[in-house]
């Protein structure tokens, strides 16, 4: 049955030097007077981005994927979105049009962003729609009828190494799983998102997990208190292939254990979690960006606990003692980066 999706992306602009707080979703839908949408007939959600405290690549499967294990954990850095059902005048909202809806994707440019099928948060949309029957592949029509809209507010830097089109993907999920009323439990909404991307399932449920194979085997982690972080985007973004195929040329397979990160996460302790910070990709990475090199030895230096690429980079992660040492080392390495702490939960409904 076919149905439209209308992707709409807008970069969060300003100043942001603290992403502590969690705040309501600022996303709001920009949509013609003909189109508002009617109470019922909207969601918002506000996803985190990740954090890889611990990634260990194995070798590659035999599937064309690496083997990892890595300790997921989310942090306060956020992106908001929000779907909803529009129909032009003299259509309704009522369920029963649904079906009717047609199949469109389309996006507003923003740097870095993919568009249409390319973009993870469109994929979600579409396989959700499939597996409930409410798309059928190959098929689009040229009636007007109803439309669901995703407006994505970004604040989640991109292809920085955070996984902000996972979480995308993620959002979109728990979002139209709300919205169009298919009931699907989170553990389904994992399994979907296993087949968009291996950090997707993690970023449907957030918190801290440790994970094997390609990412997607998940097991919760027990993590006692908070942790805070200099987050330190960079000016160029890094395709996570690229990182990964700089690994095969450079690197060999690693036996470290993330046996020490657990600990830590345990015993509430940030000195031993900053030694024990350790990401197998990093080397790839600073192949590709040598003054991520740099930039890690200077956060080193201003006094950060332990220092580490994010996930395929180049988002460069320092931690620190305590929200005030983050913040105070935030200024004086002057790297452009703000505070965020983690673990920061899951994707969260916050207006319906």
Same mark, same amino acid.
């Given at each position: 049955m076919p149905l439209t999706i209308v992707l709409r992306v807008f970069w969060r602009t300003g100043n942001v030097r603290d992403h502590n707080s969690r +705040? /309501? /979703?600022? +996303?709001g839908m920009r949509l013609v007077a003909a189109e508002t949408p009617r109470d019922g007939t909207r969601v918002a959600v506000r996803v985190p981005a990740k954090v890889n405290l611990f990634l /260990?690549? !194995?070798g590659v499967r035999a599937d064309g994927y690496h083997e990892l294990a890595t300790v997921f954990q989310t942090i306060s850095v956020f992106d908001d979105l929000c779907v909803a059902l529009v129909a %032009? %005048?003299? !259509?309704?909202h009522h369920p029963a049009s649904r079906p009717h809806m047609r199949l469109e994707l389309s996006h507003d440019e923003v740097q870095g962003v993919p568009a249409g099928d390319a973009n993870l948060a469109v994929q /979600?949309?579409?396989?959700?729609?499939?597996?409930a029957h409410m798309i059928e592949p190959g098929i689009d029509s040229e009636r007007v009828g109803p439309r669901t809209i995703i407006d994505l507010d970004k604040g989640i830097p991109v292809a920085g190494g955070m996984g902000g089109g996972s979480a995308d993907a993620a959002a979109t999920l728990v979002a139209l799983n709300e919205l169009w009323g298919t009931e699907l439990s989170r553990d389904e909404l994992r399994e979907l998102g296993s087949r968009i991307g291996s950090d997707v399932p993690f970023l449907v449920v957030g918190g801290t997990a440790f994970a094997t194979g390609r990412g997607t085997a998940l097991a919760q982690v027990l993590c006692r208190g908070e942790f805070h972080w200099v987050v330190c985007p960079d000016s160029a973004s890094l395709a996570t292939a690229d990182v990964f195929k700089a690994w095969d040329k450079t690197c060999e397979p690693s036996e470290v254990e993330p046996d020490a990160v657990l600990q830590a996460l345990r015993s509430e302790d940030a000195e031993a979690l900053g030694a024990a910070l350790h990401n197998d990709l990093e080397p790839a990475a600073f192949a590709l960006r040598p003054r991520l090199a740099e930039r890690k030895? !200077?956060?080193?230096t201003a006094g950060a606990l332990g220092v580490m690429v994010s996930g395929s980079g180049p988002t460069m992660l320092a931690l620190a003692s305590d929200h005030a040492h983050a913040v105070a080392l935030a200024a004086e390495v002057r790297e452009g980066g703000f505070v965020a702490r983690s673990p920061a939960g899951g994707p969260e409904i916050v207006r319906r």
């Open positions: +705040g /309501a /979703a600022q +996303g /260990a690549v !194995r %032009p %005048p003299g !259509r309704g /979600a949309g579409r396989l959700l729609g499939e597996s030895e !200077r956060l080193l």
